[in-house]
C-alpha cells in the first residue's frame, strides 16, 4: 500500500515532558503500556530528557505560565 510511513504519533513536547514526570513513579515498561508505545521510544524520550526540558523551558506558553505566578 501507498499508505505514509510515519503513521506512529511522535510525542507532542509537553507529552514528552508527561512521560519524563511518569517515569519518575513508574517503570519504562508502565510508562510504555499507559502511552501505548513500545519501551524503546519511550527510552529514547529519557535520553533526550535534558534537550526536552531545555526546549520546554524555552516555549512561550511556558514562559506566560511563569510570568503569572
Known sequence: SDMPKRSRKMFAISEKVKVLDLIRKRSLTEVAKTYGKDESSIH?????????????????????VMAAM
Open 44 to 64: 529514547e524520550i529519557v535520553k533526550k530528557e535534558k534537550k526536552i526540558c531545555a526546549s520546554f523551558a524555552i516555549s512561550p506558553r511556558t514562559a506566560n
